[in-house]
């Protein structure tokens, strides 16, 4: 069965210092794996996704997430955080065996970034 | 329009009654899925339509639940009899491509239910 994993509910970190946050996951064929964002009172909004190729996946409003196949991870990161980004994300994932159409969610990482 | 729009955007309904939440999609989009989303949790799947076609309903967490797409287009939740457990945010989101091709998907801003 698939599944995915956020750690930490909450990330705290420091305007202009570098931001992760956490995802694991557990597939039993390859991984489709995506970050979503949701604003207070707004829609989840795409930020990014891994289906093939290069490990390093880039995406909107300058995030980015690194697909590690032998950690099953796929850590969203940003270089240099802004207050803006403060929201909750969440990490997703669909396994491309058989025809398996669900994505399922991690139950999301509050991010502040505090100025 | 030029997102997922969805209706009501609140909803207080007393235990038992029936509800109908409407999702209108990004025109031209082929996939449709309903969404539940309890509070501190991720979205959990309830129900997908490729065009009319609705394709998965797995997630449905009991009978009372009915969703449909009849034109391919807007789609409509109805929840009957509505429960206290039943409160959450529901979730519309809408994909260009069919379900075999991992798009992404665009969410409408959700219709917060509350049982009373």
């Known amino acids: 069965a698939q599944s995915v994993a956020q750690p930490e509910d909450q990330v705290n970190v420091a305007e202009g210092n570098p931001l992760t946050v956490k995802c694991t996951y557990s597939?039993?064929?390859?991984?489709?794996l995506f970050w979503y964002v949701q604003y207070p009172n707004r829609g989840l909004q795409f930020l990014l996704k891994?289906?093939?190729?290069d490990n390093l996946v880039k995406g909107s409003y300058g995030f980015e997430a690194e697909f590690n196949k032998s950690q099953t991870s796929f850590h969203l990161k940003k270089p240099s955080a802004l207050v803006s980004d403060s929201a909750l994300y969440f990490c997703?994932?669909?396994?491309?065996?058989?025809?398996?159409?669900?994505?399922?969610w991690g139950l999301g990482t509050s991010l502040a970034v505090n100025p | 329009g030029a997102g997922v729009s969805q209706s009501p955007r609140y909803k207080v309904a007393k235990r038992g009654q029936d509800v109908a939440l409407r999702c209108d999609p990004i025109?031209?989009?082929?996939?449709l899925f309903w969404y539940q989303q309890a509070l501190g949790q991720g979205p959990e799947f309830l129900t997908y339509?490729?065009?009319?076609?609705?394709?998965?309903k797995s997630g449905l967490p009991s009978d009372r639940f009915f969703a449909e797409r009849p034109e391919g287009s807007v789609s409509t939740l109805k929840i009957q009899r509505t429960q206290q457990e039943d409160s959450a945010v529901y979730l519309c989101?809408?994909?260009?491509?069919?379900?075999?091709?991992?798009?992404?998907?665009?969410f409408g801003e959700g219709s917060r239910l509350t049982v009373l």
């Open positions: 989101a809408s994909s260009l491509a069919g379900y075999l091709v991992a798009g992404e998907l665009f």
């Open positions: 025109s031209g989009h082929v996939s």
């Open positions: 339509f490729q065009n009319e076609a609705q394709l998965d």
């Open positions: 597939v039993s064929g390859n991984p489709y």
């Open positions: 891994y289906i093939t190729g």
């Open positions: 997703a994932v669909r396994d491309d065996a058989g025809n398996n159409r669900k994505l399922i």
